[in-house]
């Protein structure tokens, strides 16, 4: 098990687990491939798990909402949203929430985006594309801006040698990364127990330190 890890020591990891890539020469195929099956393993996780340590806090102060914008830039890595909010009054110490719609529902009820009214704040926000969130009311005036988010942790590479991955949960992605591996290589045989093992692992994720580690909706409902 991977106790203690990082990118160097998870590229040898999955080569002694395979017996396969332990050689650019002699087996220079799979070797190359480990970057790139560590990589999609990470992936798979971020999209896969909620924890609390894939959660970012995005601050932008003293300006975050633009007057007479209703677009606002997404972080980089961002998976999903949790919350945003903003700072109204006059020193933008009052934090206000911003409601998720549907991107429909905004355009029903803003329907031009490029008007802003003094007396109608933001209310609502909603996903435009991949890398925008949309805003209605258009914000009249300029207001800091904060949202948490589910991210995903910066890849791991040479030069990235450990993440949240690696620090919290070394080994849900060592046996993620081993069926990536399974999968390249076609050993369906070991596929299957490298899943059973991924599986327990985000089983023990799911049932230990409740309050800390799992995701917020299950802290909400939970007893």
């Known amino acids: 098990m991977a106790t203690n890890t990082n990118f160097t020591s998870l590229t040898q990891d999955i080569t002694n687990y395979l017996e396969r890539g332990g050689s650019s020469i002699t087996d220079p195929t799979v070797a190359a491939q480990i970057p790139r099956i560590i990589n999609a393993g990470e992936r798979k996780l ?11 806090v995005l601050v932008q102060a003293p300006i975050g909402l633009q007057a007479n914008n209703a677009i606002v830039t997404k972080p980089d ?68 801006f904060e949202s948490m988010n589910y991210m995903m942790p910066r890849l791991l590479d040479s030069g990235n040698q450990s993440n949240f991955w690696t620090e919290y949960v070394p080994n849900c992605l060592l046996y993620e990364c081993l069926m990536e591996a399974a999968v390249f290589i076609k050993d369906d ?21 409740l309050q800390r580690i799992m995701d917020r909706a299950a802290q909400r409902t939970s007893p």
């Not at 045989?189 to 994720?205: H, N, S, T, Y």
Request: proline share 9%; hydrophobic share 35%.
């Open 189 to 209: 045989q070991r596929l299957a127990i490298f899943k059973g093992e991924l599986d327990q692992e985000v089983q023990a994720l799911n049932t230990q330190d």
């Open 77 to 144: 890595r961002w998976r999903s949203t949790v919350s945003m909010n903003y700072g109204a009054g006059l020193t933008g110490n009052i934090r206000t929430m911003l409601f998720p719609r549907s991107y429909e529902y905004l355009l029903s009820y803003w329907p031009d985006r490029t008007a802003a009214d003094p007396a109608q704040p933001p209310l609502f926000y909603a996903d435009y594309d991949l890398n925008h969130w949309l805003i209605a009311p258009t914000p009249p005036q300029n207001y800091p």
């Open 46 to 56: 971020a999209q896969n798990l909620k924890l609390l340590g894939q959660i970012e």
